[in-house]
């Protein structure tokens, strides 16, 4: 941190044509007031030449950052905030509709004030507006007033697109956000509040809305915009959740983790790929892994028959459960991190780095830090059925005991129990518990995390490591994993209850056999029908409200449909199968069955 240094984030999305010359006025109005600044731009997924462009300007004072995909704007303003250097760290939307002019006003006002945070807003009595739209105006004001009787807010515009904050606030409330799109800005100001920061000012701002890109704000914006509202004040007020994200120091929040790596923190990291044989998927894999911002690490291979893969250290196992291949490509591999990826997944491109970073933490909570996981998200080039099958997983109503994190990035957290998909442990703690269980697929992860929790520290789930996992299209591939989930989960409850003994894993039992033994009791027990009709409004409403969130995100219809069905027959099947798994002395483990000669598996 430097003292007396005010750190400018700007999110950039689709600005290739404005970006330099947006940049070049911020530093230009900044330098005439002779402030000490940095500013960071971070391009918000690389889908035109924004990134490019911004990289031509030449000044130690501007820092271009970005990644592949686009994450919405809180991510991006998140993103850049933990790479900031600044005692003062604000952001002003790209695009000038805000004349950053009011930079160095804002500035003043903070520290008139002596406040926590300064928000630039539209109705402070100083500030110029021109062409702002009637439409936009009754938005606005409406969303004004619900904003103060939700959250107690004494200030007259929380959307306006700059804002700055003293550092100290940003270390406690970043780590705790969970909204990535446009209602980050009323999450960050009631986290702060809620947090004990009363201290939150208007300043003035000049701004000609006509510049603004989104001129016309669509009406299905503005309901999400009031759904993610209403989720804030849900997880404030009822789930009190944003006081009870613990943190015990500041090294200890993934705001901190972005500095840079030192040499000694740097580790040589093998990353295990088990797969019956090569398939297109993972020549993806590996491709991406080339990618990587790091360049220490190895790739190991672990196939049923020896087979020449490029760019990769090869091992035939003869055997072909995904536990015994990780084990044996363990045996083989020379790194002190070892990195498991299935076959289907492919990571960002600052995945080992963002992994090692947290490793370099080594302690939180006075327990050591032995593993490290992230989001497996859908890839956008997944085609429709496979993304639908990744919306039952992302969605609250639809994974049900799994956890929102393991599909959506969520904020930082320990975990007790994550698949490997995803996951990172130091060699000497995977070697200390015997690695994987090999009498256990799917499942063998799940083991893995008690044993590292129970005997040798913590792991750790990080929003920014992340991979992209292809999933399996519904209707039948997708039953067909989730036949196995069910039956191992169903087993692990009975066998192992400290992390697979949880009310969610239960709750779809519960709507399968209440669905069937109602049915059934309906027609000995006429009263049955209506405990029954009641039982159903109740998951149907659920039903429809995770529909309604898909139908939101994506407007098509016939894709929130498909959720809402594969939802349905999710919870059908995973229920139904569930006590087979609880009540069997035994599972089989079974492979996938693959086409040898196509080099692709075959069903779920």
Not at 143 to 168: A, S
Not at 175 to 181: N, Q
Not at 391 to 417: K, T
Not at 433 to 447: A, C, L, M, S
């Amino acid at each position: 941190m430097e003292k007396d240094l005010l750190s400018i984030i700007v999110p950039a999305y689709k600005q290739e044509k404005t970006i330099v010359q947006d940049l070049l006025s911020m530093k230009s109005q900044l330098e005439k007031s002779q402030i000490n600044y940095e500013i960071i731009c971070v391009v918000d997924g690389f889908v035109d030449r924004t990134y490019e462009n911004a990289k031509t300007i030449e000044s130690a004072n501007i820092k271009i950052i970005g990644y592949e995909k686009n994450q919405g704007k809180g991510y991006a303003v998140r993103y850049g905030m933990s790479r900031a250097k600044g005692n003062l760290i604000g952001f002003i939307d790209a695009g000038m509709d805000i004349n950053p002019r009011c930079l160095p006003l804002l500035l003043e006002h903070m520290r008139w004030y002596d406040s926590d945070i300064i928000v630039g807003s539209i109705r402070h009595s100083a500030s110029k507006v021109i062409g702002y739209p009637l439409k936009r105006k009754i938005y606005s004001i409406g969303y004004h007033w619900l904003t103060r009787l939700l959250f107690g807010l004494k200030i007259t515009d929380t959307q306006r697109g700059v804002k700055i904050f003293k550092r100290e606030v940003l270390e406690q409330v970043l780590p705790k956000m969970v909204v990535s799109g446009f209602s980050f800005d009323i999450e960050i100001l009631a986290v702060a509040h809620r947090l004990g920061f009363q201290k939150i000012h208007d300043g003035p701002v000049e701004m000609d809305a006509r510049k603004f890109k989104y001129s016309s704000v669509r009406s299905s914006t503005v309901f999400k915009m009031l759904i993610e509202t209403l989720g804030v004040y849900y997880r404030i007020n009822f789930l009190k959740y944003y006081d009870n994200q613990k943190f015990s120091s500041k090294e200890h929040s993934s705001f901190w983790q972005a500095k840079e790596l030192k040499e000694k923190e740097k580790k040589f990291v093998s990353v295990i790929i088990p797969v019956r044989t090569k398939t297109a998927y993972l020549i993806e894999t590996i491709s991406c892994l080339q990618k990587q911002t790091i360049k220490d690490f190895e790739i190991i291979v672990v196939t049923d028959e020896k087979e020449k893969i490029p760019k990769a250290r090869v091992f035939a196992s003869k055997i072909p459960t995904p536990a015994y291949k990780r084990n044996l490509g363990a045996s083989k591999a020379k790194g002190e991190i070892f990195a498991f990826l299935d076959d289907d997944s492919y990571p960002e491109r600052n995945w080992l780095e963002n992994a090692l970073k947290i490793f370099a933490r080594q302690k939180i909570n006075d327990r050591p830090i032995v593993g490290v996981c992230g989001p497996a998200l859908t890839p956008k080039n997944d085609n429709l059925y496979q993304k639908v099958s990744g919306w039952v997983w992302s969605s609250f109503f639809g994974s049900a005991g799994a956890g929102l994190y393991r599909s959506r990035p969520m904020p930082e957290r320990e975990v007790d129990d994550f698949p490997s998909v995803n996951f990172l442990v130091k060699k000497e703690d995977f070697l200390a518990i015997g690695g994987f269980d090999v009498n256990h697929w799917p499942g063998e992860d799940t083991k893995l995390c008690l044993d590292l929790v129970k005997n040798r520290g913590t792991i750790l789930y990080n929003p920014e490591v992340i991979v992209y996992h292809h999933r399996r299209p519904i209707f039948l591939p997708h039953l067909q994993q989730i036949s196995r989930y069910a039956k191992r989960r169903g087993y692990f409850a009975k066998k192992f209850p400290e992390t697979s003994r949880r009310l969610g894993y239960f709750f779809p039992s519960i709507f399968a056999y209440g669905l069937i033994l109602g049915t059934i009791a309906s027609f000995c027990f006429p009263f049955v029908i209506k405990l029954m009709l009641l039982f159903l409004s109740f998951y149907f409403v659920w039903l429809i409200l995770a529909g309604l969130e898909v139908l939101l995100n994506k407007e098509n219809l016939y894709f929130a449909i498909l959720v809402m069905i594969s939802i349905y027959l999710t919870h059908f099947v995973y229920g139904f199968l569930f006590p087979f798994g609880f009540f069997s002395s035994e599972i089989a483990t079974k492979p996938r069955l693959i086409d040898a000669r196509a080099h692709r598996y075959l069903g779920g």
